[in-house]
């Protein structure tokens, strides 16, 4: 146990360490000093008649400052990223009629993030085919009916006199009402504890 507490300690002081570099490498006094030691560099250039050793000294340090700055860098990035998902996370699971699969979307697969898309697509595409105000949510499903049974789909060609250039309706008699799956109560009540 006492290995892991050594860890545990060894990860504080980096945090620590890598916001404090974050906030003093943003800042304008760094990037000011590290221009004067650029400018400096430039200037010695001729009292060192520009040799391989003058070169070796900026190239070396530039090399080792950005080496270690790409740990530093991402070290924020993703503590930043995190506070934003569970602030978002949060957001989510507080808005009735939010989505709750959208809780920790981050950690689903390439393909699985595609196929979720893809269903955001067909909202929007069917956002427009409602009338205003319709409850729409990621979990509805655009192909059924109130019914629950899949909606005839018009053949290629048909109803194109409904729609104008962009897939939208002309009047209120032409929307169709779009069909919602509201989550269940007793599930988002579980997901609270």
């Known amino acids: 146990m006492p290995r892991m507490k050594d860890d545990f300690a060894l990860e504080e002081v980096f945090a620590k360490l890598a916001g404090k570099i974050s906030q003093a490498t943003g800042s304008f006094w760094t990037f000011s000093a590290a221009l004067l030691i650029v400018l400096v560099w430039a200037a010695t250039g001729p ?4 040799s391989e050793t003058w070169q070796l000294v900026i190239n070396t340090g530039t090399t080792i400052i950005t080496f270690l700055m790409v740990f530093v860098i991402q070290h924020a990035q993703n503590k930043d990223m995190r506070a934003v998902q569970l602030k978002l996370n949060e957001l989510i699971a507080a808005v009735e009629g939010a989505s709750n699969r959208l809780i920790d979307v981050e950690d689903l697969t390439d393909h699985e993030l595609d196929h979720l898309y893809t269903r955001f697509q067909t909202l929007a595409k069917t ?3 409602v009338s205003h105000g319709a409850k729409l949510s990621v979990d509805s499903d655009p ?3 109130r019914d629950g049974r899949p909606e005839a789909q018009p053949a290629p060609g048909a109803g ?3 729609a104008n250039d962009h897939g939208h309706a002309h009047g209120e008699r032409d929307k169709r009402p779009v069909v919602s799956k509201p989550e269940s109560k007793a599930h988002a009540k579980k997901s609270d504890h």
């Not at 009292?47 to 520009?50: A, D, E, G, I």
């Open 143 to 145: 192909d059924s009916r």
């Open 160 to 162: 194109d006199e409904r």
């Open 127 to 129: 956002a427009q085919k």
């Open 47 to 50: 009292l060192f008649h520009y």
